[in-house]
């Protein structure tokens, strides 16, 4: 059975960072793209980032040089760092792989 797992999420104020982990299992997680997705309330989702098997990684024009993704193969994970927060990053934030959806994990930026 495939499952992707969220966590890392949590209130930080404007300016602080956070980092996300979503863990795989039942996949052969080298061989997927995976992707990051948010949706804050009220909002449609959106894609945030992505990280291909082999490494290449795109980001949406919102978190450019702010966010930054990495995975480890070893671990069936991936990451999401989160610096420079602002309060508009504040949304639900979901990985996926293969129309795989994880549970998500919320994030809240707010003084």
């Known amino acids: 059975q495939v499952q992707l797992v969220e966590s890392g999420g949590g209130l930080v104020q404007p300016g602080g960072s956070l980092r996300l982990s979503c863990a795989a299992s039942?996949?052969?997680?080298?061989?997927?793209?995976m992707g990051w997705y948010r949706q804050a309330s009220g909002n449609q989702r959106e894609w945030v980032a992505g990280?291909?098997?082999?490494?290449?990684?795109t980001y949406a024009d919102s978190v450019k040089d702010r966010f930054t993704v990495s995975r480890d193969n070893a671990k069936n994970t991936v990451y999401l760092q989160m610096n420079s927060l602002k309060p508009e990053d504040t949304a639900v934030y979901y990985c996926?792989?293969?129309?795989?959806w994880g549970q998500g994990t919320q994030v809240t930026v707010s003084s």
């Open positions: 990280i291909a098997p082999g490494g290449i990684i």
């Open positions: 996926a792989s293969s129309n795989i």
């Open positions: 039942g996949i052969t997680f080298s061989w997927y793209g």
